[in-house]
């Protein structure tokens, strides 16, 4: 495993498409984050009781040192499905078949210029995905 992730996503005029990163995320690439979903509620005999819906799982990928075109990549790929709620498939690493179909937890696209690079900058990314249930 390489841990550099790839995106997989429909493209409303291409088909699949896909999105390499040239490098692995700053952090852990499965940064996983759990949340039961739920509810607690009082029965008439005084007793606390909870009614369990589901686990929610998320990732946040910080993502360093991406270069213009991988930018724009990613910025379609946000374009086409991760506005729109649509999901797509998030690979930990790009060189292997263990996927994710996720969405976006946050519908935002935030890239932070940090370095000159030539005519252009490179960037900082973070994006937060949920697994889709």
Known sequence: MN??????????TLGTT????????QSDPLK?????????TRSSSGNDQW?????????????VFVEKDIKDQLKTMYDEVGSKGK???YFPSNDEVT???VILARKNFDPKRTI?????FIYDISI??????
């Open 116 to 120: 000159a690079s030539g005519d252009d």
């Open 3 to 12: 841990y550099i992730p790839k995106f997989e996503y429909e493209h409303s």
């Open 87 to 89: 999901s797509f498939k």
């Open 99 to 101: 996927s994710f179909t």
């Open 51 to 63: 009614q369990f819906n589901y686990t929610d799982q998320s990732f946040t990928l910080d993502l």
């Open 128 to 133: 937060s995905l949920r697994v889709k249930i």
């Open 18 to 25: 896909e999105v390499i990163l040239s490098l692995p995320p």
């Open 32 to 40: 996983e984050k759990f949340v039961t979903k739920g509810r607690e």
